[in-house]
């Protein structure tokens, strides 16, 4: 790939790591300001209650106590915690107030107080008095959808969030059914899986001087700025929302949470407040991910596997408020189409309300479920006629030029047959494959599996992804890099400050993100999420960095009485192609731009806007190799290998991490990581870290992610995105691996032992009946 | 709410105060003697973001009574660089990317210093167990492990 690259590639240090190792990164759990107030919230114990009155008055008068808020003080602007809307022109559904009339999930708050300290805000909490008038309340979809259930909003009738609806359907799917040699079809479940990073959720807000200020853990804080604005009833350049380093992510911080309450409390109280969550409230009240709770989903091939169609059905369980569940059924839609060249597709989504804690966005958004039935019907169909499940995927995968996940969209690259290759021989699958039906004795047994998909790299162009990066340039020659991805650990900012000094011919040392991030500073930019980070951010970074380079040039030319384009960067040097020798530091004409002494000062400080069009889809094969113990239906991986086609690494190291962490978090998805909400009362009855188990060292098996880099046209230095795409294949590849094993094809995950039993006993029992 | 009179060696510094009885170490590093580094997370013993040593060894201060420790050499993350100097552990995490968010760190680096005090030369299995009550939602661990066994084998 073109020259050589001195920084672009290299696995350097990410710069805030040397913070975050000594303990001196500043997160919203570790930022005190003066006179800060403690925020505490009462949430509601009811799934389903009509707030009758809220008596504040002991609390009121607490000593210590700041303020209590109520929805009296809530200025009732219709909004939403998905602060997403805004991407779209239409804008997703807003059915939130910040404190409403009716309560519809337990946990929902009802109630928050700001005193000096913890101690006396929760006993202000335990003092405030709330008249409920319960309500009846559903749990599932099944049951909200029927005639005469209870109604989580009035205006949705049988609680339909959104009816069956087709959308980016092409080609007669009746008719490629009906010439198909093999249909294959199910029904399956997924879980509602909680980001759970480290840091619970929490927020400072601090409203002084007609200002308010909010320390966020957002991920796309420009628009988390208009939500604050639009939920408080103020101007939206009153609000300025700074993000220290945040402890989660994961699409945590691509909904708001603590924010407005704390808003509401600083600006009664007129001291700035904390509202940092307990874990427990975090995992009751922080919405999850997309909980696609049903895929039914329906494939024909003909009988040398060539896809015919496909038909797809996607039932989200809303909860409470829309949230993004009609994002996270349109992207488990639409990036499905991106994987196989099916004659023809029919799919519809679905959304309808419950009483459970509503749903943002996870890592995966969406893709995570499609793939999942997709992955496994595809299975099911290679052992139907009888083909290599490694064959069929290099074989009717899409392919550069072929349609994309959105309308009239291309694939501009695909690695996908070199990532089966790769991932296939670390996997050992020559050796471990046996073909189908394989016997396998014994009370444990092995078994491997794959699995493949294609992402994207932002979500251009169903979504507007309108991103800015800023370069501005010191008299030393070093440059502030600033831009707003959110600061969630993506190592993303290392990615950016090498493909800056990458194309100026400066170092990495040179260039400097800003950080903490501060929108009274920032272009807008949409921030992270949709796996956008590298790709469209870096493409922006790119772009100015490439128009800081021309302005050096220039200045440099009449220094050196040499025309611009005849000059280059390497090394901090500018000097002539042809003559190398004859050239300037790089230092000297930026000294030169600051103290300039022929009337010739000037800031160089370049902004660069991006509006991305391609999707860059980056490709990935998955590789599980399981253990099944056939008595417990313990389901131990043995390994497990992704392979992922990331076009070029900017920073192999940051990318690998991207991959591995994500590994573990779909591990987690596939065997054991689940909310569950009581169907009795709502309550949530996997509230710490004790009952939601997240992968401990002990989970860890052995694991890898490999990179496959054949370059992507238009990336940055030929990049693709990489934050999401480490967790889509471990369930359809362990799901596969386990078929493989024991012989039964799981439907739902988690995939617990019970489940795993249940299944294994009804094999049994089919095969002696 | 009763105080009483508390005296730490925190990171080599002695510190006299009074705290509340039932105050919790993390509390007390964290809140009243500005140790922002002490992160909590479960605040019941489940993740390990909270991780000190007292008189050497790894203790989760989120389930530890300041009073229990009182008169006690503790060291915080903040402790552990000489100077601008960085612990072998701390080079070793940023070399190998060992990091993401970082909220799981300071804890995470205070217990592999535990487990190399404990045990200088682990092998990958004892360092998975080493570390298995500090949890990282972020890294995949592989990077963590590398940067322990690093560590171990001499490497800076
Ligand atoms: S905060 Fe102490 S173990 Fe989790
Ligand atoms: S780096 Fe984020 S939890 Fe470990």
Redesign the interface.
């Known amino acids: 790939m073109q020259e050589e690259l001195r920084v672009v590639g290299k696995?350097v240090?990410?710069k805030?790591?040397?913070?975050?190792?000594?303990?001196?990164?500043?997160?919203c759990?570790?930022i005190?300001l003066p006179g800060m107030l403690v925020g505490k919230l009462l949430h509601s114990p009811h799934a389903h209650a009509r707030v009758v009155s809220v008596d504040t008055s002991r609390a009121e008068g607490l000593q210590g106590v700041k303020a209590v808020v109520t929805k009296k003080d809530d200025p009732r602007k219709i909004f939403t915690w998905n602060v997403m809307t805004y991407q779209l022109p239409d804008g997703e559904p807003q059915d939130q107030y910040i404190f409403d009339d009716v309560v519809r999930y337990v946990g929902e708050p009802v109630a928050a107080v700001a005193a000096v300290n913890e101690?006396i805000a929760k006993k202000a909490v335990d003092l405030i008095e709330v008249e409920y008038d319960v309500l009846p309340a559903v749990f599932s979809v099944e049951d909200a959808v029927k005639k005469g259930a209870p109604r989580v909003h009035d205006t949705a009738e049988n609680n339909i969030g959104a009816p069956p609806t087709p959308v980016f359907c092409y080609g007669d799917v009746e008719k490629d059914f009906s010439e198909s040699d093999t249909i294959v079809e199910g029904v399956f479940s997924t879980s509602k899986q909680s980001?759970?990073?480290?840091?619970?959720a929490g927020c400072v807000a601090e409203w002084r001087n007609g200002r308010l200020t909010v320390w966020s853990q957002a991920q796309l804080p420009h628009m988390t700025k208009r939500m604050i604005a639009q939920a408080l009833d103020i101007p939206e350049s009153t609000v300025r929302v700074i993000q220290p380093?945040?402890?989660?992510?994961?699409g945590a911080g691509t909904d708001l949470c603590p924010e407005p309450y704390a808003c509401l409390l600083t600006m009664k109280a007129g001291a700035p407040v904390k509202v940092a969550l307990?874990?427990s409230e975090d995992l009751r009240m922080r919405f999850t991910r997309e909980h696609i709770v049903r895929v039914e989903m329906k494939m024909g091939v003909k009988k040398d596997g060539t896809p015919m169609a496909l038909k797809a059905k996607y039932t989200g369980d809303a909860g409470a408020y829309m949230g993004k569940i009609l994002s996270g059924c349109g992207v488990a839609l639409a990036s499905n189409i991106t994987e196989y060249e099916f004659k023809s597709m029919y799919q519809e989504i679905e959304a309808i309300y419950t009483h459970h804690l509503a749903c943002g966005a996870m890592r995966g958004f969406g893709g995570m479920q499609s793939t999942f039935a997709r992955e496994i019907l595809v299975d099911e169909v290679c052992e139907k006629i009888g083909m290599n499940p490694i064959e069929f995927r290099k074989k009717y995968h899409r392919g550069v030029g072929g349609l994309g996940w959105f309308p009239d969209t291309k694939i501009s690259s695909c690695g996908l047959d070199a990532c089966l290759d790769v991932g296939a021989e670390r996997i050992g699958w020559k050796g471990k494959w046996q073909g189908w039906g394989a016997k396998k004795e014994g009370i444990r047994r092995r078994g491997v599996g794959v699995a493949a998909m294609g992402w994207l790299s932002g979500a251009q162009p169903m979504l507007l992804e309108h991103t800015n990066a800023t370069l501005k340039f010191n008299s030393d020659g070093t440059c502030t890099l600033i831009g707003s991805p959110g600061l969630?650990?993506?190592?993303v900012l290392a990615a950016h400050c090498q493909i800056a000094a990458e194309v100026l011919g400066i170092d990495y040392d040179d260039v400097r993100p800003l950080t903490p991030q501060d929108t009274d500073i920032t272009g807008f930019d949409i921030g992270t999420h949709a796996s956008r980070g590298c790709y469209c951010i870096g493409r922006a970074v790119e772009k100015a960095a490439q128009q800081a380079r021309e302005l050096f040039l220039e200045r440099a030319s009449k220094k050196l009485g040499v025309a611009a384009d005849a000059l280059d960067i390497k090394e901090r040097r500018i000097f002539c192609k042809d003559d190398p020798e004859k050239g300037i530091e790089f230092r000297e004409i930026a000294q030169d731009t600051i103290y300039s002494f022929g009337k010739d000062c000037r800031q160089i400080t370049v902004n660069a806007t991006i509006e991305p069009t391609e999707f860059a889809p980056p490709w990935q094969a998955g590789f599980a190799e399981v253990e099944v113990d056939t008595e417990t239906g313990v389901v131990e991986v043995i390994k497990m290998i992704i392979a992922h086609d990331i076009g070029r690494a900017i920073n192999p190291?940051?990318v690998?991490?991207q991959?591995?962490?994500?590994?573990?978090?779909g591990i987690g998805f596939a065997l054991f990581e689940d909310i569950i909400i009581s169907s009795e009362n709502g309550v949530n009855l996997t509230d710490?870290?004790?009952k939601y188990k997240?992968?401990?060292?002990?989970d860890?098996p052995d694991?890898?992610a490999l990179l496959v880099e054949l370059g992507d046209p238009t990336g940055p230095f030929s990049a693709k995105s990489c934050g999401e795409s480490?967790i889509f294949l471990q369930a359809p590849a362990i799901a596969n691996a386990i078929y493989d094993a024991v012989g039964i094809r799981l439907r739902d995950v988690p995939m617990t032992p019970e489940r795993v039993l249940a299944a294994l006993k009804n094999k049994s029992s089919t095969q002696t009946n | 709410m009763q105080k009483i009179p508390a005296t730490f060696f925190v990171n080599g510094d002695r510190y006299d105060l009074m705290i509340d009885t039932h105050a919790l170490l993390l509390e007390v590093l964290r809140d009243d003697l500005g140790f922002k580094g002490v992160h909590e997370s479960c605040g019941e013993g489940d993740c390990g973001a909270c991780t000190v040593l007292v008189d050497g060894v790894a203790v989760l201060s989120c389930l530890t009574l300041a009073a229990a420790v009182r008169g006690k050499e503790i060291v915080t993350i903040e402790g552990l660089a000489k100077g601008s100097d960085l612990d072998p552990i701390q080079n070793a995490f940023v070399k190998h990317g060992a990091i993401q968010c970082g909220y799981c760190t300071p804890g995470m680096v205070m217990a592999a210093k535990n487990l190399l005090n404990e045990n200088p030369h682990p092998s990958r299995e004892e360092i998975k167990k080493g570390l298995a009550g500090n949890l990282c939602r972020c890294t995949g661990y592989n990077k963590i492990i590398e940067a322990v066994s690093d560590v171990a084998k001499g490497g800076k």
Do not use: W
Not at chain 1, 195 to 200: F, T
């Open positions: 696995r240090p990410v805030e790591n040397f913070d975050k190792v000594q303990g001196k990164a500043d997160y759990a570790t005190t101690e980001q759970a990073g480290l840091e619970n380093f945040a402890g989660t992510g994961f307990t874990r969630l650990g993506q190592g190291t940051v690998e991490g991959l591995e962490g994500g590994q573990l978090q710490s870290f004790n997240i992968a401990s060292m002990l860890c694991h890898e480490g």
